[in-house]
């Protein structure tokens, strides 16, 4: 298990309360490299409660237990804890949690009969300050010493850098980022506005500048190209030519 997981006090808190833990962040916080702080199982209530969320109900979860929920953590930001009432008669809480007022993490106890009120009223009181500690945990993590911070959008950059060359596309690095296409997309606009494939594009531009400026005159420019990650070279030079205002062999001689 990755050294600085919070596995620990997930099962730990779920054997004192008799309940099950699932975690929507909203933050690169919760993510090393590309592996997270908890186990993949955790951010799926239809994985973590096999016996009671099947896939046919996958449309209302979304609604009621996403969309919904989220709408009321944005409409009272001050709420401690939500109620979620699920249509096969059990319960769920939800406690989130604030940094610098926008939500980064919602913990969800469950699932749990309507008659576990007792159980209910104890997990009203301690989800909230747990879900706190755990974030600020991570948190003390991603700033002090133990580890350095590494955001999604960091490891996105690193994926270009590495495989520049080779045929990548968005979905591909969510899948070896271990996250959804939309969020490596929403990280990608918070850090400078840019999609994926205009980071990738810059990249093998640039990379294409280099050996232009510094590889041999006799290396053909369509190997230039294949180099650099484009299919064709007509691709690499119509690409190039937008981005500079000169074709390759112009930028070339001028250099």
């Known amino acids: 298990m990755y050294i600085h997981s919070i596995e620990p006090e997930l099962l730990a ?3 004192l309360f008799g309940c099950k833990i699932c975690l929507h962040p909203f933050n690169d916080l919760f993510y090393r490299g590309t592996v997270r702080l908890f186990a993949p199982i955790r951010q799926s209530h239809r994985r973590t409660h096999p016996d009671r ?3 046919e109900q996958r449309g209302y979860c979304i609604r009621h237990c996403m969309d919904e929920l989220n709408r009321r953590i944005a409409a009272h930001p001050s709420r401690e804890f939500f109620y979620v ?3 096969n008669r059990c319960f769920e809480l939800a406690a989130p949690v604030h940094r610098n007022g926008r939500c980064v993490l919602v913990v969800f106890a469950g699932l749990l009969d309507v008659h576990d009120r007792e159980k209910l009223r ?3 009181l301690m989800l909230p300050v747990f879900a706190s500690g755990i974030e600020a945990k991570v948190h003390a993590m991603s700033v002090g010493s133990e580890c350095v911070r590494d955001t999604l959008a960091d490891r996105a950059r690193e994926y270009i850098d590495d495989r520049y060359a080779e045929n990548i596309s968005t979905s591909s690095a969510a899948k070896a980022l271990c996250v ?3 969020h490596l997309c929403h990280a990608l606009h918070a850090d400078g506005g840019k999609s994926f494939s205009q980071r ?3 990249t093998r531009l640039d990379h294409a500048r280099q050996l232009l400026h510094f590889a041999d005159p006799d290396v053909r420019l369509a190997d ?3 180099l650099c990650g484009f299919n064709s070279y007509e691709h690499f030079c119509r690409c190039f030519a937008n981005a500079t205002g000169l074709s390759p062999s112009a930028w070339r001689k001028k250099r």
């Open 200 to 202: 990738l594009m810059e």
């Open 122 to 124: 104890d997990l009203a």
């Open 180 to 182: 959804s296409v939309s």
């Open 53 to 55: 969320c099947g896939k």
């Open 224 to 226: 230039i190209a294949r």
């Open 85 to 87: 009432h699920c249509r």
């Open 13 to 15: 808190f779920e054997k």
